[in-house]
């Protein structure tokens, strides 16, 4: 008998051991968490104002250019949207900036349209099937569209919840819906803060352009797409120009298909992990960047800058 109590004694005190390292483990996890994601709201700030100063310093605004015709006589370093990373603070916290082109607007269908051409009837289908998915998830009928989904079929998929049958409540809910992921083409397509837009331009960015993009607007075989993927990761990385990396002709019709000048719309990403890489943060900022237009603040007294969205993971 004494030994069976014992036997129970040391099991509690194994069991009490190890919740005791559990919830020591779960509150340094917790504690490195919020330090680095401190870190990396802070370092999401200095991207935007470093990229503040190079706007005021540097009017020319075109992306991979020789750094050193750039600069001239000037040590800055360049704070563009061209993805080129940037150690802050310590080895471990990274950052780097994104262009920001392209919107959509979930209660503007047509928006998902105004960057497609006319003629990729494919692609045109392909939203239209969206729509008909978002139109039976806000409307408040039980019809179901051609390619939409009702009550029934979410039910089937084990989401009794939806649809709405109103209007989104958030424009992240686009995300839990079918087909989502052809819609919002390209990593900087973005759900802009209502009553705001940005003007399309007639090029989208060579810098923030998704493969597919950049396979289907020059029609490049995929060892062709590999060689721009890689001259372009070579300017990002080491500086290297574009034009040096890449025949001449093809860099002529990336020229002429695509912009290499910044938007007035950049996202912020910024990486900050433990000295062990066991915890990471992921921090994203999307903000306006031309200090000559008003909406780039948040207050009619233009003294806080305003943000548009900012996501941490």
């Not at 029934?152 to 839990?176: H, K, V």
């Not at 990403?269 to 990471?280: L, Q």
């Not at 603040?297 to 806080?304: K, P």
């Amino acid at each position: 008998m004494v030994l069976g109590v014992l036997a129970v004694t040391l099991l509690l005190v194994v069991h009490v051991m190890t919740i005791c390292e559990v919830i020591s483990r779960d509150a340094y996890a917790s504690t490195k968490r919020l330090e680095l994601k401190y870190q990396a709201e802070s370092g999401a700030d200095h991207a935007f104002w470093m990229h503040l100063t190079d706007r005021r310093l540097f009017p020319s605004r075109k992306l991979g250019v020789d750094s050193e015709s750039r600069l001239g006589d000037s040590d800055f370093e360049p704070w563009m949207a061209d993805r080129r990373m940037h150690e802050l603070f310590e080895a471990n916290c990274q950052a780097y900036i994104d262009t920001i082109e392209r919107t959509i607007s979930p209660d503007k269908p047509d928006s998902f349209k105004k960057n497609v051409d006319i003629d990729d009837t494919e692609k045109l289908e392909i939203i239209e099937d969206f729509l008909d998915v978002l139109g039976d998830y806000t409307d408040t009928d039980s019809l179901t569209k051609l390619a939409g989904k009702e009550e029934d079929d979410y039910a089937r998929e084990g989401l009794r919840s939806m649809p709405r049958n109103g209007a989104l409540q958030f424009a992240e809910e686009i995300f839990w819906l079918e087909g989502w992921t052809d819609i919002v083409s390209g990593e900087m397509t973005m759900i802009p803060p209502k009553g705001k837009t940005i003007a399309a331009n007639a090029k989208p960015s060579f810098f923030s352009a998704s493969a597919a993009d950049l396979q289907s607007t020059l029609d490049l075989s995929d060892s062709e797409l590999e060689e721009v993927i890689r001259a372009r990761d070579e300017w990002i990385n080491s500086g290297m120009l574009i034009s040096d990396s890449l025949d001449s002709a093809l860099y002529i019709n990336i020229q002429g298909a695509f912009s290499f000048q910044e938007s007035d719309y950049a996202c912020f990403v910024v990486s900050s992990a433990t000295v062990e890489g066991d915890i990471r943060i992921l921090h994203k900022a999307v903000r306006e960047v031309n200090m000559s237009k008003s909406s780039i603040y948040a207050d009619s007294a233009q003294q806080s800058f305003s943000i548009w969205r900012r996501t941490i993971w």
